[in-house]
């Protein structure tokens, strides 16, 4: 049975940083591709960041490029997104997801597994 459980969500002032955690279990970690996902109150579901399953190609959304990193560390099974200079917008649930395509797959259809979300909430 495959699970994954985000944790790092939290209330924090506009500018601050946050670091999420994703912990997987019952998948051979390292074949998967993962992914951070955002879904914020009335709007779609939306790609952040994803990491291929070796660590070495990552992706990132225009909005968040450049502020979020995207890390992986296969001995832990667990899959990191460092957020900084956190902006009111990026409010949302973040869900991470796991996945069998490339890293560059951004449509959330296309990840297998999904964590239940965290909470991030920016206040201005």
């Known amino acids: 049975q495959v699970q994954l459980v985000e944790s790092g969500g939290a209330l924090v002032q506009s500018g601050g940083s946050l670091r999420l955690s994703c912990a997987a279990s019952?998948?051979?970690?390292?074949?998967?591709?993962m992914a951070w996902f955002r879904q914020a109150p009335g709007k779609e579901r939306e790609f952040v960041s994803s990491i291929s399953g070796s660590g070495g190609s990552t992706l990132y959304a225009d909005s968040v490029k450049g502020r979020f990193s995207i890390s992986r560390d296969n001995a832990k099974n667990t899959v990191y997104l460092e957020m900084s200079s956190l902006k009111p917008e990026d409010t949302a649930v973040y869900s991470c997801?796991?996945?069998?395509?490339?890293?560059?797959?951004?449509?959330?259809?296309?990840?297998?597994?999904w964590g239940q979300g965290t909470q991030v909430t920016v206040s201005s």
């Open positions: 019952g998948l051979t970690f390292s074949l998967y591709t």
């Open positions: 997801a796991a996945g069998v395509r490339p890293s560059t797959e951004t449509q959330y259809r296309s990840y297998r597994y």
